[in-house]
């Protein structure tokens, strides 16, 4: 699932969850206004660890952060609990905005900063988590949901599940650089599944 276009085949054929987010990308025509900024569908629903109130997470590239929210706010600022957050991200300082709003029964969160999609932590972070519940199957997708149930985010579950020390966040950015075999092979030393 590295394209905007291998996440939205993916919903569309996937669970209930799944297909209903891609019927509310396709309604609310988020994809189609976002089109410049690369938009990129991430989180917990496209690797089906979401649980009851999980957002559903938006990722673009947007040079320029004004153009953006203006784009954003012009088309969804009529939207249910609308908001746009600016900030600097965490390591690299980078500016980012963050706008929010509910569409139907989903908390909707796009981020935007001017980095390539496929170079941001949050697609990074989700291509790991991916490839990790591929060799866990139905136990590690069950144990992920079961911390995040308890109220653990889907970082510091991984890390739990995993053993890891250290910032969850920084920790499996690191694992991003491994070939899947290498991910695998280590990943396996360390779970059950």
Known sequence: MKT???VLAHLASGNERQRD????????G????????????????PIDIDIPGSDLDILCEAP???AFEMIVTQHYSGMEQFSCQR???????RAYITCSFQAEDWPVEIFAQSVQVNKQNAYLHMLVEWELLQL??????AEIRRLKSVGLKTEPAF?????????????L???ADWSRHELWIWARQRTSF
């Open 4 to 6: 905007t276009a291998e």
């Open 21 to 28: 987010v891609h019927r509310v990308l396709k309604q609310s």
């Open 30 to 45: 988020l994809i189609s206004v976002l089109e410049a900024y690369t938009p990129y569908p991430a989180g917990t629903v």
């Open 64 to 66: 320029d952060l004004d």
């Open 87 to 93: 900030g600097t991200g965490l390591g690299d300082g």
């Open 136 to 141: 866990w199957g139905a136990e590690g997708h």
């Open 159 to 171: 890390a739990e599940v995993l053993g890891l020390q250290g910032d969850p966040y920084v920790e």
């Open 173 to 175: 950015l690191q694992l």
